[in-house]
């Protein structure tokens, strides 16, 4: 989106320009903990520039603090920064194609419901099981899964306005990535401008091993921002 910004800062944190709209998304489960959706629980105050914590020690997260520099955080990047399809494997079935990137995981666990998982999806024939397929890829925050029509190679991609959702999962108690949506502009520390997508997640843990994005090492750490409370609601 024009003007719209993500600047990686070297082992620092990501500067936001262009007014991003900026909220907490938070994960939606069942009764079965499946994850079924996002809810937005909180929108915070417009702001044209903005500074997002990377290290995951600041005091007033999701925002930096400077605590970046006095845990001496290295933000190396690391990530592949081959365009998507270049590191994603196909799936084909007889109408729909999917693509996975398996290196995009944050594990939010849209692709393993009770209904079935998205591999299995893509290999049914009938209208349900293309739902289940189409539904399941869009509601991925990394883009890690995408679905396709095989005919015209159409990806279904979500309709998402340029925005960032600080990723929120109630059901095991974690905080997840930055979620930016619908094709920021990403730009490293060194200048270099990585692939614009409709949705890709950022690590703000400080644990990946593919800097600037997340690779769902949040779960391992049982990273918690403290920004809801224990019942998936905003704190004051």
């Known amino acids: 989106m024009d003007g719209m910004t993500v600047r990686v800062l070297e082992n620092g944190p990501y ?29 915070f105050d417009d702001q044209e520039r903005y500074a997002l914590c990377r290290c995951g020690q600041s005091a007033n997260k999701p925002f930096c603090d400077g605590s970046h520099k006095a845990v001496g955080f290295d933000g190396t990047e690391t990530a592949d920064r081959r365009p998507y399809l270049a590191q994603a494997v196909e799936y084909d079935g007889t109408t729909l194609a999917l693509t996975d990137a398996k290196s995009l995981c944050v594990g939010a666990r849209f692709c393993h419901p009770a209904a079935g998982t998205a591999w299995e999806a893509v290999q049914a024939d009938g209208e349900e099981a293309g739902e289940l397929l189409r539904r399941e890829s869009a509601l991925c925050p990394s883009g890690r899964l995408v679905a396709w029509d095989r005919r015209t190679r159409t990806a279904f991609e979500p309709g998402l306005e340029p925005s960032i959702g600080v990723v929120e999962d109630p059901h095991l108690g974690l905080s997840g990535p930055l979620w930016v949506r619908g094709g920021i502009r990403l730009e490293s520390s060194d200048g270099f401008v990585y692939e614009t997508r409709n949705r890709v997640t950022l690590c703000r843990c400080g644990q990946s091993r593919r800097k600037p994005f997340c690779d769902a090492r949040h779960a391992r750490i049982g990273f918690d921002d403290g920004l809801l409370s224990p019942v998936g609601r905003p704190n004051a």
């Open 15 to 43: 500067l936001v320009s262009g007014s991003v709209p900026l909220s907490l998304q938070s994960i939606a489960s069942d009764a079965a903990g499946d994850s079924v959706g996002w809810t937005e629980a909180r929108r």
